[in-house]
């Protein structure tokens, strides 16, 4: 008989006062667990473009090139810990919209692929007519990346992964499921597989923070887990309220203007962290571009000091006495032709997400990497030109 698990909400939340010390005892943890995402953040972000930085000046045959690209590696595995701890900190989904399953399956199928190995089949069933539901898309992604990755652990090789996408019409609800072929999940394992950093696998091997990421962000989108297993198949079934508002186009199919600078684009750098600062400006500089940089203050004087132009502001969005979108609205009192990129650690932060889908100002992630950057900086500074 398949064993059967169904999960609405997390485990400890009871009733009464031991709900609300629950509740407490999260919210401390989340802020906390935040405070520490964000720093490790800025330091990876200083970690990952000096080790591009290092690796454009190191030769193909160089002995140190493997041990730097292991730092790159190791550093990589440590942005997604803290974008997985974020993601089990956040509480309000980031821009939920009406959205297709099917539709962000198939643009994210490429990343799914790249998930599991050659030798294990993956197969996408996708119902094309699904009604939408309210969900955020990068949730969507990392729910459905957190089941493979799993999935193509439990298989050997040989196995087989499945991704469908239905509509249960009885109950209005539309669900993602993934199949594998792989060798169960035990009682022991099934009781405990949700809670924060549990895993049976080698250390280095896994955090444990798959399952909770998924379950927080399904409990916050009002959705339901089902797990069925037996050796040889187990399926996680996550379903969703289905909505009736129409789907809105995804904005990463809109054609951005690519700008390749014919006279380089004057930039100020307005972050507190000195090293993120120090980075930032070295990539900008090394890029071709000419910069100038402080935090808020200092950003301030210099703007105000400057008689020619400033054509972009690149700024962080939580810095003290001064957040980034009100140094860039000052900067533009005075250079109204600047557009802005904003920096953020913190886009679970709902004001960060509203305050860039209200101005139109695009936001760079932390940790970010050099192409990432000039990337973003390139597409703004298009846009200012369109
Ligand atoms: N499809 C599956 N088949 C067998 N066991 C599974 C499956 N999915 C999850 N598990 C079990 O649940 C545990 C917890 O999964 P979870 O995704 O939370 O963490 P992890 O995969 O160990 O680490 P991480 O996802 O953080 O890299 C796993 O270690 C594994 O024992
Ligand atoms: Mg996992």
Redesign the pocket.
């Known amino acids: 008989m398949p064993i059967q698990c169904h999960v609405t909400r997390p485990p400890g939340t009871h009733g009464g006062d031991e709900r609300l010390t629950d509740q407490l005892k999260t919210e401390a943890i989340a802020r906390l667990a935040g405070g520490v995402a964000h720093d490790f953040n800025n330091l990876l972000t200083v970690i990952l473009c000096y080790v591009q930085l290092a690796l454009d000046g190191i030769g193909p045959e160089d002995a140190v090139r493997a041990d730097v690209l292991e730092i790159k590696n190791a550093a990589e595995s440590a942005a997604r810990v803290a974008s997985?701890l974020l993601a089990v900190c956040r509480r309000e989904p980031e821009a939920p919209a009406p959205l297709d399953l099917t539709g962000v399956i198939q643009d994210a199928s490429d990343i799914v692929r790249r998930v599991v190995s050659e030798d294990i089949a993956l197969e996408f069933d996708l119902d094309g007519h699904l009604p939408p539901v309210e969900a955020d898309r990068g949730q969507v992604e990392r729910i459905v990346i957190?089941l493979v990755?799993?999935?193509r652990?439990?298989v050997s090789s040989g196995g087989r992964i499945s991704v469908a996408t239905g509509h249960d019409a009885d109950e209005n609800r539309v669900f993602i499921r993934v199949t594998?072929t792989?060798?169960?999940?035990a009682d022991e394992?099934r009781e405990r597989?949700f809670e924060p950093y549990?895993?049976?696998?080698a250390p280095g091997k896994?955090?444990?923070?798959?399952?909770?990421t998924v379950q927080a962000i399904t409990v916050q989108l009002g959705g339901t887990i089902d797990v069925e297993t037996i050796a040889g198949r187990?399926a996680?079934t996550v379903s969703f309220p289905a909505c009736s508002a129409p789907v809105r186009a995804h904005p990463a199919h809109r054609q951005i203007a690519r700008h390749r600078a014919a006279t380089p684009a004057r930039i100020l750098v307005v972050e507190d962290d000195p090293l993120v600062r120090k980075v930032t400006v070295e990539v900008l500089e090394e890029a071709g571009f000419e910069v100038i940089h402080g935090e808020p203050g200092e950003a301030l004087a210099q703007a105000d000091a400057l008689s020619a132009s400033i054509d972009l502001i690149v700024a962080d969005v939580v810095m003290p006495g001064m957040s980034g979108p009100e140094v860039v609205s000052r900067v533009q009192r005075k250079h109204p032709g600047a557009v802005a990129v904003l920096m953020s650690g913190h886009l679970e932060h709902p004001s960060v997400a509203d305050d860039s889908a209200r101005t139109g100002t695009p936001v760079l992630l932390k940790p970010f990497k050099r192409e990432g950057l000039i990337d973003r900086v390139r597409a703004a500074l298009g846009q200012r030109a369109a």
Do not use: S
């Open positions: 997985q957190n990755a799993n999935a652990d439990a594998d792989g060798y169960g999940i394992v597989m549990f895993t049976t696998k896994g955090t444990g923070l798959g399952l909770a187990t996680f």
